[in-house]
């Protein structure tokens, strides 16, 4: 079963920080392209950041760059989301995908990031 599950959201203060994970399976994460988006309510999904497979090539939005950084842990085929400096408008559902051909192939389920104070 190819699956893809998001967890790590919650709420935090504006300036705080929140790491997300997202765990595969059915996929071997270190040899695709995945991704992170988010969707704020009445808004579109919004691109966040890539890595490919060399895991070298990170590519990131200019709303996230300097602020988030993406990994992975091969070992455990999982990617991450560490999001620093968090502000009201990172309130979103966070999603990871799987991308293929310049397609998405998968989403998870999505995790809910609030930032208030």
């Known amino acids: 079963q190819v699956q893809l599950v998001e967890s790590g959201g919650g709420l935090a203060k504006p300036g705080g920080s929140l790491t997300l994970s997202c765990a595969a399976s059915g996929f071997i994460l270190s040899a695709e392209a995945v991704s992170w988006a988010r969707q704020a309510p009445g808004k579109d999904r919004e691109w966040l950041s890539t890595?490919?497979?060399?895991?070298?090539?990170?590519y990131y939005a200019d709303s996230v760059k300097g602020r988030f950084t993406m990994s992975r842990d091969n070992g455990k085929n999982m990617v991450y989301l560490q999001m620093n400096s968090l502000k009201p408008e990172d309130t979103a559902t966070y999603y990871c995908?799987?991308?293929?051909?310049?397609?998405?192939?998968?989403w998870g389920q999505g995790t809910q990031v609030t930032v208030s104070s």
């Open positions: 995908g799987v991308k293929r051909g310049g397609e998405y192939v998968s």
């Open positions: 890595m490919f497979k060399d895991g070298t090539d990170i």
